[in-house]
């Protein structure tokens, strides 16, 4: 494909797209008439004439503003009202087995279209390849102009939001369409309200607009910025009001008491953000809460029966697991165990029970049963774990249909939050009053299962989590108790306990509260957003609605801890965080014949655009390379780690593992990172890249006039015979030069013909 006649159709179209104006039949939608149900006829749509915008003139602003494929010639229609006002519902789909559509929305009291959504599938279904033919940065002036055409006065008041698009493996093989997105903010006061937003997708491959998404509230009230309070009284704020916390971390690997806990400072009750008034300076308790994954079991587990089955003889951890199940509760102690820490109704039949091991754990053991009772619609079922080694209760949880289905019995609610946490309070204590003493209470959840026809003053019931208190008063979020409580019967729907024989390591050393709050603030600076919340408040009466707030808040986007020692930033997996570069431009490429193609292979996120020099005439070293075929084969994202060579942290050793997968190196193969790349290895790893290894490995049937073939090794004059024969590499002067060095420009230029050798 010659890229420049693309480039050259890209920006014609983009031209065009850019000088148009707003449908004629928008001007006949000027009247503003709202909708009545009184309106609407039988057949679901409105009256003629009591919309401003008729049916007619809907699929004229519609076909007026997106190009209509021509195979699809099915075409439905629909109308729709809300709170957010009346719309026509169009669409477009092709007859046959052909597969695509293509919807519209457009408000039929204001004439402007709401959303577009479009699915059109390459014609003979064999999907694209290689490079798309349009760049980010062509798809952002394609975005730009289509949101200009339909929403000119809301662009005017957004501001585009960095965005990184994953694209599917270019190499040799067909691959969906890559698509590009971009997300305009709307802006006020110049502070983002990233809940009012115009969004809109680009098909990389046709420069085609897939979808477009208005939404946006033009009744919101916004406070005024000007008494905002300044950013370094909110970080003052954060400091005393909100700081980081000490927590134990492990991460949800398995391995038991083998994988260590880690000492991390995260935000208070394991939160994901800080919110702060920006006016009042308040710090704002609307962040929700955390919710820690207690998974018991992960994956049952058969106890072999008879060790001598069909002669076989087992192996030291099979004997272990045999003797280790000696000392487990048979399924009927356990069942009494069970039954005699929950009351089961007569009427209930055991429709199962296994013995299942802990995901993390996995010497721990549970026996797990489960009853059905009642006739539909009221069928019920309840569950009940205990500890296979010694009858524990672990959990229950029971599920009634009925409370779903039959809302006649569901009464009113008549406790309060506190007589419904003393109940599961009293619970906990009875069964456990040993680790009682040993936990701290963490937070409450109101919830609804009843249907009523308006809003009921209090809640239906009531979630509540208790956390583990460790070594020095440290919470251990992953250990406690968590009990559900209806708050119209009193009853307890479930409980569950999570409590691990670990080892607390101590905090001698860590760091002090105030350091970790400035780490925080360092790596994640206050930022200021309007925001809707309901602040303070758990459960909303129907009257009460959320107002907009404007506020400072955490930039923590990639990291969610720190270690408590080093102070490193980590991720929810307690690894290392990822911390993505700043996009720009390159400042060395200005004139370069490799410009076009670094930044055909920055756009599809196989190098990283930073801004700063690219170095286009340094030599490129084998782990750059490496890396660069492997991010070309896989699922890849603009803003990925830049390669660098030297790197002390091993930072190709993942590049290397997907390359043996991949193929392109051999197993056993490693190598020198820092060393550079000859021509020779730069023909290997691009033929084996694409698959064609078998071939080159006949080196036989390859007749070489290279002026140097003698200099080639012989398993090696295939490789070097398809990388010239197909374009990628170039003699000089009829020398192909196998221990030439190759420069990271020259690398770029030859990865694209690489990537595009089979469209």
């Keep these: ?119 059109n599938p390459p014609a003979d279904d064999s999907g694209y390849r290689g490079l798309p033919a ?28 960095p965005g990184r698009d994953y694209t599917p493996p270019l190499l040799n093989q067909p691959r969906g369409a890559v698509e590009y997105s971009f997300n305009f903010v709307r802006q006020v006061n110049g502070v983002p309200y990233m809940e009012n937003s115009i969004e809109v997708r680009v098909n990389g491959d046709t420069g085609e607009v897939i979808s477009l998404y208005l939404n946006w509230d033009d009744s ?37 008491s083998e994988v260590p806990l880690k000492l991390v400072y995260t935000l208070p009750g394991q939160r994901s953000q800080v919110l702060i008034d920006a006016l009042t300076g308040e710090v704002l ?31 030291p951890v099979e004997i272990s697991a045999v003797e280790a ?19 089961v109704p007569d009427d209930f039949v055991l429709k199962y029970s296994r013995l299942e091991q802990d995901y993390l754990f996995t010497d721990n053991k549970f026996w797990h049963f489960s009853w059905e009772g009642g006739e539909e619609p009221e069928r019920k079922w309840l569950e009940v774990t205990v500890n296979a080694k010694n009858g524990e209760l672990v959990s229950f949880y029971w599920n009634d249909y009925r409370l779903i289905t039959d809302t006649s019995s569901a009464g009113i609610p008549r406790l309060s939050e506190d007589e419904v946490r003393t109940i599961a309070e009293s619970f906990i204590k009875k069964v456990q009053a040993s680790k009682w003493e040993k936990v701290v209470f963490r937070d409450a959840q109101p919830f609804t299962k009843y249907y009523y026809k308006e809003k009921p003053q209090l809640p239906d019931g009531y979630t509540f989590n208790w956390t583990r208190v460790a070594r020095d008063g440290i919470q251990y979020p992953d250990n406690g108790f968590t009990v559900t409580v209806d708050a119209v019967t009193g009853e307890i729907n479930s409980y569950q306990m999570s409590w691990y024989d670990v080892e ?76 993505l570069p700043q996009e720009g431009d390159f400042t060395d490429l200005a004139g370069h014949p490799a410009r076009e193609a670094v930044e055909m292979l920055a756009g599809a996120g196989i190098i990283s655009k930073v801004a700063g020099p690219f170095r286009p005439e340094d030599t490129i070293t084998q782990a750059e390379l490496i890396a660069m075929l492997v991010r070309a084969g896989t699922y890849s994202g603009g803003g990925v780690q830049p390669l660098t060579a030297g790197s002390s ?65 012989v398993y090696l004059r295939g490789h070097a015979a398809i990388a010239v024969g197909m374009g990628l590499m170039e003699l000089k002067d009829g020398y192909f030069n196998p221990q030439g ?10 990865l694209v013909k690489l990537l595009n050798s089979w469209k």
């Design 285 to 315: 308790d609307n962040d929700g809460y955390y919710y820690g994954y207690r998974d018991m079991a992960g994956g049952s587990e058969k106890m072999m029966a008879d060790a001598a089955m069909n002669g076989y003889q087992l192996n």
């Design 325 to 343: 199940a000696k000392n487990l509760l048979s399924r009927e102690t356990a069942l009494a165990k069970a039954t005699a820490a929950v009351a």
């Design 220 to 256: 919101a009230s916004f406070p005024s910025a000007a008494d905002s309070i300044a950013v370094s009284q909110a970080e003052q704020i954060f400091r005393e009001q909100a700081a980081p916390q000490l927590y134990y971390f492990r991460p949800r690997i398995s391995g038991g």
């Design 504 to 579: 607390f390591p101590t905090a001698q050393g860590v760091m002090e509260v105030g350091q970790a709050a400035d780490r925080f603030l360092q790596e994640a600076p206050l930022t200021r957003s309007y925001l809707r919340l309901w602040p303070g408040v758990q459960w909303p009466s129907a009257q009460e609605e959320a107002k907009i707030y404007l506020t400072y808040h955490l930039t923590n986007d990639y990291f969610t801890m720190l270690d408590a020692f080093t102070g490193e930033i980590l991720n929810s997996e307690g690894k290392p965080a990822t911390v």
């Design 741 to 750: 060095l190759v420069s990271r420009g020259e690398a770029a230029v030859t």
């Design 1 to 119: 494909m010659d890229f420049r006649k693309c480039l050259v159709a890209g920006f014609a179209a983009l031209a065009l797209l850019s000088f148009a104006v707003l449908p004629a039949a928008a001007e006949e939608a000027a009247a503003q008439k709202m909708v009545t149900p009184a309106m609407v006829s039988d057949s679901g749509l409105p009256e003629p004439g009591e919309t401003a915008v008729s049916l007619e003139q809907a699929i004229k602003l519609a076909r007026e503003t997106f190009q209509v494929p021509a195979v699809f010639d099915k075409f439905s229609n629909g109308f729709n009202q809300s709170e957010q006002g009346a719309f026509w519902e169009l669409h477009w789909m092709p007859s046959g087995d052909a597969g695509g559509y293509m919807d519209v929305r457009v408000n039929a009291q204001s004439g402007e279209i709401w959303s577009m959504s479009m699915w």
């Design 649 to 713: 942290d091993e930072w190709y050793k993942p590049y290397y593992e997907k390359a043996v997968l991949m193929g392109i190196l051999s197993k056993d193969e490693q190598p020198d990172p820092d060393a550079p790349v000859t021509n020779i290895l730069l023909s290997r790893l691009s033929i084996h890249a694409i698959d064609l290894y078998r071939v080159a490995r006949l080196s036989d049937i390859f007749a070489l006039d290279f002026k140097d073939a003698d200099e080639i090794p």
């Design 134 to 161: 349009y760049s980010r940065e062509q798809a952002r002036t394609i975005a730009e102009a289509i949101v200009q055409k339909v929403h000119p006065e809301r662009f005017r008041e957004t501001v585009l939001q």
